[in-house]
């Protein structure tokens, strides 16, 4: 199992990006895959994730982040995405996705069996 995560960069504050997850070694509706990040000085925290398909219940987000980020997945390209709107410089951080070995969803790190590297966000004010 690999996951590879893309996409990060330098936005102004009020922006957006598209991070990408691509996984190999599995399908990306087999388990739960979750989107973590780790800001400088703090704990990595669970910002978003996407169960397996038949799994109850789809997404979940965050406080911190619910309805400004979107997580998505396509079946075909085998990649999970988290679109990043409205970005503010409390949003920068590494960014991180995991998967389970189960279908349900979490947002706790611990619960986390598969890990990518991470990808830097940075948001200017």
């Known amino acids: 199992v690999q996951l590879q995560a893309s996409g990060g960069g330098l936005v102004q504050s009020g922006g957006s990006l598209r991070l990408s997850c691509a996984a190999s070694?599995?399908?990306?509706?087999?388990?739960?895959i979750a989107w973590l990040r780790q800001a400088p000085g703090k704990d990595r925290e669970g910002i978003s994730c996407?169960?397996?398909?038949?799994?109850?219940?789809?997404?979940r987000y965050s406080a911190s982040v619910k309805g400004r980020f979107t997580i998505s997945r396509d079946v075909g390209e085998n990649t999970v995405y988290l679109q990043m709107n409205s970005l503010n410089p409390e949003d920068t951080a590494v960014y991180y996705c995991?998967?389970?070995?189960?279908?349900?969803?979490?947002?706790?790190?611990?619960?986390?069996?598969?890990w990518g590297k991470g990808t830097q966000v940075t948001v200017s004010s």
């Open positions: 996407i169960s397996g398909s038949g799994s109850a219940g789809t997404t």
């Open positions: 070694g599995f399908t990306v509706d087999d388990y739960a």
């Open positions: 995991a998967s389970r070995s189960q279908k349900d969803c979490s947002l706790y790190r611990y619960r986390m069996d598969y």
